[in-house]
């Protein structure tokens, strides 16, 4: 039995994290939560769970603690302002790593995001000039990993895409705003765009770290895991959730770079230097992405129709 850690349990990602350990393994937990009554998951409901009441804020506070922990699970991030972002996605994370014991951990699994990486999963420059808060300070941290002494520790997860929640989970940013998306499919279903993704739910994230914390991977192993299905294109995806959704395609406009800035003054659109680089970029994918069956478990979700349910998104009915 190993002792785990566990930050950023109160997210879409965490929820799925922290019932797949409490269910399906007998290792002792420990949930570091500043809001408990955020928490949807049973923790109660088996000996050897535990909350610890706090943040990376004051992580300094369970460095004793700390030193008695075999597996750390780092999925607590901010989307705040660029000083909050980065002090607790560069600074905090690295000093909780610092804390911990490297002859008694075995191994820590990092949260970065696969939008850091280029298509050879290699750092993206531009994610650590042009990123948003949450990608600029996510590109930062994993930059830093290398200079650390217990590097050969660390496996660095990337999740692409995330859809997920439930009643008693929350919902990822994608999923909570999908359905607005869908009632735009009858404008969008007319157009086509050059780009492609990947994409994957929180409860097959969920499966791949528990496969990992009783399976750590070797010196020899890739400890650098981008977590998603097989890439699909933009195109691919409308037509497929038109087809899920009957809605018939007769033509389609090619979606230019300059009809997209005609769209984003129409309609008053926000638009940050990220988006702007995202558009032209077109195409977040990238080598080897993994999910259960990689391991050879079965995938909760790994089609755009399986994404529509789990979303709650049916077909209209004739």
Known sequence: ???????????????????????????????????????????????????????????EKFSDFLKTVNVAILAATSWGGINESFE??????????????????????YFSTASILDKNNQPLPEAGTLGTNYVRTKYQCYTQLKNLPFYNKITTVFPTLVFGGEPNKPYSHLSGGIKDVIKWIDLI??????????YIHARDIAQIIKYLVDNPPTESDNRDLVLGNQKITVNEAIETICNYLNKPIYFRIPLYVILVDFFIKVFRLRMEDWDYFSINYRHF??????????????????????????????????
């Open 285 to 318: 994918t990238y080598k080897d992405p993994i999910s259960p069956a990689t391991f050879g478990f079965k995938n909760y979700c790994t089609t755009i129709e399986d994404v529509m349910k789990l979303s709650g998104v049916y077909p209209q009915k004739n």
């Open 189 to 198: 279903r007319w157009f086509k765009a050059d780009g492609s993704f990947h």
């Open 1 to 59: 039995m190993k002792r785990i850690f566990i930050t950023g349990s109160s997210g879409c990602i965490g929820h799925y994290m922290a019932e797949a350990l409490i269910k399906e393994t007998d290792h002792e937990l420990y949930f570091l939560v500043r809001h408990p009554e955020k928490l949807k998951f049973r923790y109660q409901s088996r000996p050897n769970v535990h909350l610890m009441i706090g943040d990376l804020q004051n992580i």
């Open 88 to 109: 607790i996605n560069v600074n905090k994370t690295i000093g909780l790593m610092k804390l911990l014991a490297p002859e008694v951990c075995e191994q820590i699994i």
